[in-house]
């Protein structure tokens, strides 16, 4: 068995939220113009993003989505993202905020749900409050009005509330697992040195646990095995790399960490969905 591909349905636990305990930890609005750099985000906790005005792509892990006004996109802590906006944009605005402790899963038809999920998204409509709601929330969280924070609070959890009600049938919530520091350190290491030849058989010697039991704790804390969140940051960062750079795409992937650029090819499809040349052409500001 492949140890990357360890089946850790044990570590699947029914934690679903009987009560909904919302704490703000961060809230900002943005108003992007063509002048724009884009770079890779990881938040530490749950983001939600209101798209006021305007539309660009957003690339999530090995997805790429067209956003565009009056959408939400909810992604869950430790999800690698990325914003691309057309070169001749006027404005693209959007505004968020992050949530603690909490975690969204997607839903089947049958109700049942997905074992990864790593965001939601759906147009609210026209007609619809969130502009005024997330304005409310990056207000009060960066005021020093009295309580501000607890009106941050209770606002975002009004918020969410209804979002959950609305989609009821297409998404749930769940208590965040805590994340191992030992495992936060190793991901750290990782996010420091994806260029250098990193082996689970190195990562399991720096945290002193048998690869077995560090896979187990990585996908716990992170959702996806600690090689594979080596190739996804590999695959980000060359992203970024084929967008701003004209470096070749043999160069790009040695300064990546890829052995070969064949193999670069290889995983970037399988990842994003067009090779590098089309990303580059497709993408190209």
């Known amino acids: 068995m492949n140890s990357e591909n360890i089946n850790l349905k044990e570590l699947e636990k029914d934690n679903k939220l009987s009560e909904l305990s919302i704490k703000v930890l961060d809230a900002q609005k943005y108003k992007i113009n063509k002048n724009y750099s884009s770079r890779i985000q990881f938040h530490p906790f749950i983001y939600f993003y209101y798209i006021v005005d305007g539309q660009a792509r957003l690339a ?14 909810i992604i869950n802590s430790n999800i690698g993202h ?6 001749n944009l006027n404005s693209f605005e959007f505004m968020g905020f992050g949530i603690e402790s909490i975690s969204i899963s997607k839903l089947n ?7 990864q999920t790593n965001f ?5 409509g ?45 998404i749930t919530v769940h208590h965040e697992r805590k994340i191992n520091r030992q495992i936060d ?3 750290q290491y990782i996010d420091n040195n994806y260029s250098d030849n990193i082996t689970l058989e190195e990562l399991s010697a720096m945290a002193y646990m048998n690869k077995f039991h560090l896979i187990s704790e990585f996908k716990q804390s ?11 940051k590999r695959i980000e960062i ?17 300064m990546v960490g890829f052995n070969s650029q064949s193999y670069f090819n290889q995983v970037f499809k399988k990842k994003c969905g067009l090779t590098p040349s089309q990303f580059r052409k497709k993408h190209r500001l």
């Open 109 to 115: 038809s049958n109700n049942v749900e997905y074992p």
């Open 82 to 87: 990325t914003l691309y906006v057309d070169a």
């Open 126 to 170: 026209v007609n619809n409050n969130a502009k005024d709601i997330f304005r409310q929330i990056f207000n009060e969280k960066n005021s020093n009005k009295v309580f501000g924070n607890s009106m941050a609070n209770a606002l975002a959890a009004m918020f969410i509330i209804k979002i959950l009600r609305k989609y009821d049938d297409k």
């Open 222 to 232: 992170y959702r996806i095995t600690p090689i594979e969140y080596l190739i996804l």
């Open 120 to 124: 939601f998204n759906t147009n609210l």
């Open 60 to 73: 999530i892990e090995s997805e790429s989505i067209k956003i565009k006004k009056d959408d939400l996109i």
């Open 238 to 254: 060359s992203k970024n790399l084929l967008i701003s750079t004209n470096h070749s795409m043999e160069e790009i992937s040695a």
């Open 185 to 187: 350190y190793l991901k």
